[in-house]
């Protein structure tokens, strides 16, 4: 009867110790070999609640200031690089030549080609001003070219003289010449023919590139200086000029190979847009030569704008 006994008291006694005291007793009881002492609890340090942390102020970020485009300058084309020189409709029909005949005066012979008809496909010409030419009459420089009106009753033009070329701008119908039974637009880039621009094909291009960076940066400066009502007739008026260099120069010869309408019409917005902008610089009259193969006397005038484009980026 005492060993009933005594398991009992061993049994309160191993109960007494805890579980990992009398897992030790039985194994030693029994002969088992004792297992590895269970590894001890982790304690991972209290963590007070996320109300109390103290939080830290957040740095302030200012918001960075939008960049501001800057106004590109252009030089204004000199009045003698159209002076004295065949030009063209398109640099193919009709003629327009210019001569000074005093110390600010000009005239112009103007000699127009057009049809018979409107359906006809006999054509026809038209001198206005016979042999004596016209009479231009000065109207300034409103969009930074030279502008120059003909007065005359039948077939009223506007000259802006552009660099190597002129820019004509006639009523919004067609000239009708009864004495003469032809009628004619003369709206239009006028310049030289195919022929004497196959040698500067990279000179126009340049310049093309050129004034389309201009326009673009002009463009930036116009839209940031506009109150929010005035964006939308800038934006229109862009938009209006892309349009309007794709149907000038469409019909201008060999216009594919050469960009030359395209330089000329880019250069009279980029032009335009610097006039608005007051960063026009105005080229000096006396000398016919290209502006990319002339060298200015002052060393504090601005490059034009094709020589800007072949600048290198690390001359200052």
């Known amino acids: 009867m005492r060993r009933p006994g005594l398991a009992l008291a061993a049994a309160a006694l191993c109960l007494a110790a805890g579980p990992a005291g009398a897992q030790n007793f039985f194994e030693r009881l029994f002969g088992i070999t004792p297992s590895r002492p269970a590894p001890p609890p982790v304690l991972y340090p209290s963590v007070p609640p996320s109300d109390s942390l103290p939080q830290e102020e957040a740095p302030r970020r200012t918001a960075p200031a939008p960049v501001q485009a800057r106004a590109a300058s252009i030089r204004a084309p000199s009045d003698d690089s159209v002076i004295g020189r065949d030009l063209k409709q398109n640099g193919s029909n009709g003629l327009l030549r210019i001569e000074r005949t005093g110390r600010g005066d000009l005239k112009a012979r103007l000699v ?57 701008k006639g009523p919004a119908d067609i000239c009708v010449f009864q004495a003469a039974s032809c ?131 690390d001359d200052d």
């Open 112 to 168: 127009l080609a057009g049809r018979r008809a409107a359906q006809s496909v006999e054509t026809c010409t038209v001198e206005l001003g016979g042999r004596e030419g016209v009479t231009l009459i000065s109207q300034g420089r409103p969009d930074g070219t030279s502008r120059y009106q003909v007065q005359d009753p039948t077939c009223p033009l506007q000259l802006d003289f552009l660099d190597e070329a002129v820019l004509v």
């Open 183 to 313: 009628q004619s637009d003369p709206s239009g880039v006028w310049g030289p023919e195919p022929a004497q621009l196959l040698g500067r094909v990279k000179d126009y291009e340049s310049q093309r590139a050129s004034a389309d960076r201009i326009v673009r940066d002009n463009y930036k400066v116009m839209t940031q200086r506009a109150r929010p009502e005035g964006v939308r007739p800038i934006v229109a008026e862009q938009a209006a000029f892309s349009a309007d260099r794709e149907m000038m120069c469409q019909n201008y010869a060999r216009e594919g190979t050469t960009s030359f309408c395209n330089a000329k019409f880019t250069e009279a917005r980029a032009l335009a847009l610097a006039t608005r902008l007051g960063v026009t610089t105005t080229a000096s009259t006396g000398s016919s030569e290209p502006r990319s193969r002339r060298r200015s006397n002052d060393p504090y005038s601005l490059p034009s704008s094709d020589e800007l484009m072949q600048k290198p980026s």
